[in-house]
Each structure stands twice: as C-alpha cells, then as structure tokens.
C-alpha cells in the first residue's frame, strides 16, 4: 500500500485542496541542543478527524503548540484554510478558529461546570459589570446538550466529577469559543473504558457535524483507528506515516514503530562501538 510521507506530501499546493484548513510545511524546532521537530509536513482537511501517534519524545507535543502559537518554529510555514499562518500567542491562534484541549484540561477544581465554561470569558451584566450567573448557566446547558454531554448538576465543583465528564466539559469550551480546529492532546490518558468512550462518542458527534476539524494525540492505536479518518505516526520529530485509517492496521503502525526503535538502537550501538574497541 502506498504511503505518504513529508517528502511527498508538500505537491499540494498550500489551499490547493479545496477542504484543507490547515497545513504544517517544512517545520522545524529545536530547544538548544535537541531537535523536537525536522523538516515536518502535515495537512488537515475540513471535518477531519487526524490521529497523531508516535512514541514519548517524537516531537507529538512539539507539534501542537507549535500549531496553537505557543512555541514559534525556527523554520518552516504553516498555511490557515489557504491564507498564511503565523500565530503571535496562544490567543491569538485562538481568535482565528485554533484551540488546544491540554492534557490537564485547564480546569479549576473549585469552580463548577459551567464558571469553568466561560473561565477568562465571563458574562457580563450590563449597566454594572457583575457577572451574569444565571446566562451562564442557560448557556453552559445549551452548550453541553448541543454536543451531548451529560452534566448532572452544573453547580457542582469540577473535582467531583468523573474524568470523562472534565475532559467533555473543556472540549465544550473549546467549541462554544468559536474553534473549528480542536487539537485534542492525549484526551483519553488514564481513562478507564467508560469515560474513554464518552470522550470517543464526544469526538464522533463532533466529526458527523462536518464543521470541526480535529487533531488528536494518542497512544492506543485501536481507538485511533476506531474514530480518526487518517492517522499521522511520528518519528524522531518528522512524520514517518501518512495513511487512512481504513488502509492501515494496529499489526502495521505496531511493526512500523518496533523497525524504527530497532533502526534506532542499531545506531546507537554503532555510535558507541569505536568507544568500545578503544577501552
């Protein structure tokens, strides 16, 4: 089965695609001496759910806040629905539709549902500048009962509840902000099988929408191949496998990472070989 790789993938033109929303080109990043990302291509296309797979240390994290404007690359463009991309800040990345669901999801335990919802985007009453409670919470379960997430009582503090239920509530605040480009950073992490799926049926809803476009970091392969449409695997900070889900495997993804660690181990060996002959 032919595949793509960073090599091949840049003969579309930047908006070339007439659903692509965003394109990664040439990037790179390194901190000091260590290289998170070389010479990195992608593409995302409109209601497309991307699985970003690869091992600790592939660049995976890189990659996403380079997308979300928290790291700025040292080389390379990126191309927002075919318009040049260049995102100042976090912020700013978010006022053009691009928005991150870190692993740590950013919420406040002591804050419920829906004060964490409009967390740093408040409502106002107006004339006096108190904050609107009451729309808040009509738009907090308006928002929830849109991408069918189940929250029991919105006035119960965050720490309360389940993790699927923390996890759907800052994927709720991503969308309500107005992103159509949701980068979902390992959002099944220590996730028993339950709240796993709530998160899985979360991000199926959001796909058969057609409006949100997703990019998810994760490490089991089943999930990815369950939900995502194509799957992107990372190695050494460069994309080693570009396929749709329906042409790959678990058996495949599995063998291609073991070759690359046994490539890599062979080269580490050789590196430290004239060491070893000269002691």
Not at 96 to 106: F, I, K, M, R
Not at 189 to 209: N, T
């Amino acid at each position: 089965m032919p595949e793509e790789t960073a090599g091949t993938e840049t003969a579309v033109a930047p908006g070339g695609h007439d659903r692509e929303v965003l394109r990664v080109e040439h990037v790179a990043k390194s901190f000091g001496p260590i290289t998170a990302l070389r010479d990195l291509s992608l593409h995302l296309n409109k209601g497309e759910v991307l699985g970003l797979i690869g091992d600790n240390g592939a660049g995976k994290s890189t990659l996403m806040k380079t997308i979300c404007g928290f790291h700025k690359p040292d080389s390379g463009r990126m191309f927002l629905r075919g318009q040049p991309y260049s995102p100042k800040n976090v912020d700013d990345a978010r006022s053009h539709g691009v928005d991150t669901v870190y692993q740590d999801l950013a919420l406040v335990d002591e804050l419920n549902a829906y004060q964490n919802m409009f967390l740093r985007r408040e409502q106002l009453r107006s004339p006096l500048p108190f904050v609107n409670n009451r729309r808040m919470r009509k738009e907090a379960r308006q928002a929830f009962d849109d991408i069918g997430i189940h929250i029991p009582a919105l006035n119960v503090p965050v720490a309360r509840l389940s993790g699927g239920q923390r996890q759907a509530i800052a994927v709720a605040r991503t969308v309500r902000s107005g992103a159509d480009i949701i980068l979902l950073d390992e959002p099944l992490a220590a996730m028993g099988v339950k709240e796993g799926g709530q998160i899985l049926d979360l991000v199926q809803r959001l796909k058969e929408s057609g409006e949100v476009s997703l990019i998810i970091v994760a490490h089991n392969y089943v999930q990815v191949l369950s939900i995502c449409d194509r799957v992107n695997l990372l190695q050494d900070g460069a994309i080693a496998l570009d396929k749709p889900t329906a042409e790959t495997s678990v058996d495949e993804l599995t063998e291609i990472v073991v070759e690359q660690y046994r490539r890599a181990r062979a080269a580490s060996q050789a590196a430290r070989a004239p060491d070893a002959g000269a002691a």
